[in-house]
């Protein structure tokens, strides 16, 4: 026998006992974007690698170590994209949407990194995420926020997450502080862990995010980002802080978030959640003012987040999936006799003409009553239609409740669509 081919570790098939819930997940962003009046932009999946390079930052975890990066047939150095924000404001560029203008825009689809795979962490996954650009205030950032709250809403999770607000002032504040971090870090450098050592000289605030728990212990008593901010970014901070009260939204302020791309300025927020182990963070955002800027367009203040689709799937099934149990198929389709054999496909077809939204199924290979009845069953259909020859002489067929103990049914076949008020 011929040695199967199996798919590449860390990128997951989404089988059809799955799908159901990632089209709820996805039916419900859908719905709740366009409820607050964003619109859907498509990029490629890949993109020049010199466009991650530009706006992610070369001394991050993503771009030193995280890409599917080759070089295409031409010779020209081509990578997966391992996350949407780059993609949107090249395209937003290239098509000069940005410039002068505002626009609410969200996306929804596949990225890419090269990471050890574990529960909620994938080489392939799924990103959602919004992107907001010309809007200066804290009020967008506060819509941001809102979009998240009302999607954990629809999912029936919003008390399982928690929000988390930090604020990275402007690129000058940040290069104050820098100085003042580094000195206090280089106080503790022994104690540093290797990556962070590194991290000190080239991007001192990623220390700030380490995942370890002995660096984490140090930077506890580091000076606080937040308290050196400029006092515009102070006043933004503050007013974003006043409005999610006013709204009733409960949050954080975490003065070790940083976020893990170096575009972000002002604010930055993430959606945790306790119940996903290590891979607790389910959405992250921010503003990134300086970023259509940085990849070579008019400057354009720009705030955005991206939620993972996979964490988000896992954190809904962990709770409560019949949000989003369905069954495939709402009625089966038996045939029995010849005649029916020969009718069963019109009064099927005849059934989804008039009831359009109905999921109906039919029986193919034949078999007798009990071959096809097993079919039905194990089809999960709640009714199964049974043409026979007896009963459609009188232009009759019978329907079977096969989760329901009720006795059987006559319909005749001038009032198919009765079916509808059956189920
Ligand atoms: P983490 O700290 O978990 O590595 P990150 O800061 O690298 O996350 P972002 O680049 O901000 O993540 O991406 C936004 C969201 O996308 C994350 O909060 C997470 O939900 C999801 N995500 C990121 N990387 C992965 C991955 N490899 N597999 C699954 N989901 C991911
Ligand atoms: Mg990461």
């Given at each position: 026998m011929?040695?199967?081919?199996?798919?590449?570790?860390?990128?997951?098939?989404?089988?059809?006992?799955?799908?159901?819930?990632?089209?709820?997940?996805?039916?419900?962003?859908?719905?709740?974007?366009?409820?607050y009046g964003y619109q859907e932009i498509r990029t490629p999946i890949v993109e020049s690698t010199e466009l991650f390079k530009r706006s992610i930052g070369e001394v991050t975890d993503i771009v030193e170590k995280e890409m599917y990066t080759f070089d295409d047939r031409n010779g020209d150095s081509l990578s997966l994209r391992p996350e949407g924000t780059a993609c949107v404001v090249r395209a937003g560029n290239e098509h000069g949407l940005l410039y002068n203008q505002?626009?609410?825009?969200?996306?929804?689809?596949?990225?890419?990194?090269?990471?050890?795979?574990?529960?909620?962490?994938?080489?392939?996954?799924?990103?959602f995420g919004v992107e907001v650009y010309g809007l200066n205030g804290p009020d967008v950032d506060i819509e941001m926020i809102l979009i998240g709250a009302r999607l954990w809403q629809a999912f029936g999770i919003a008390d399982k997450v928690e929000l988390q607000i930090n604020s990275l002032g402007s690129a000058d504040a940040r290069a104050a502080y820098k100085e003042l971090l580094v000195a206090f870090l280089q106080e503790h450098y022994n104690k540093l862990d290797e990556d962070s050592q590194r991290r000190l000289l080239s991007n001192p605030l990623r220390v700030l995010d380490s995942k370890n728990p002995a660096v984490q212990a140090i930077v506890k008593d580091a000076p606080k980002l937040i308290d050196h901010l400029d006092e515009a970014s102070q006043v933004h901070f503050s007013l974003l802080c006043e409005r999610l009260d006013n709204l009733g939204i409960k949050y954080t302020v975490n003065p070790s978030l940083v976020r893990g791309l170096d575009y972000y300025n002002r604010t930055v927020f993430e959606w945790v959640t306790d119940l996903l182990g290590a891979q607790g963070t389910i959405c992250a955002g921010g503003r990134y003012d300086g970023l259509v800027e940085q990849l070579g367009g008019k400057t354009t203040p720009a705030v955005g987040f991206a939620m993972g689709l996979e964490r988000l799937v896992l954190l809904v099934e962990s709770l409560d999936d019949s949000l989003c149990a369905h069954s495939p198929v709402d009625?089966?389709?038996?045939a029995i006799g010849d005649e029916a054999e020969s009718q069963a496909m019109q009064i099927a077809e005849k059934i989804r003409s008039e009831l359009p939204s109905l999921k109906v199924q039919q029986h193919f290979g034949g078999g007798n009553f009990k071959k096809q009845m097993k079919k039905a069953i194990a089809s999960d259909a709640p009714i199964a239609l049974i043409i026979e020859d007896g009963e459609l002489k009188?232009?009759?067929?019978?329907?079977?409740?096969?989760?329901?103990d009720k006795p059987q049914a006559k319909l005749s076949l001038e009032a198919l669509s009765a079916l509808a008020d059956l189920l």
């Open positions: 011929a040695k199967t081919i199996q798919a590449i570790r860390g990128m997951n098939d989404c089988l059809p006992s799955q799908t159901g819930i990632w089209q709820f997940v996805e039916s419900n962003i859908r719905r709740v974007v366009a409820n505002q626009q609410r825009l969200w996306y929804m689809g596949p990225m890419f990194r090269h990471e050890r795979p574990q529960k909620g962490r994938y080489r392939q996954f799924h990103q009625v089966y389709i038996m009188n232009a009759n067929v019978s329907v079977k409740y096969l989760k329901q």
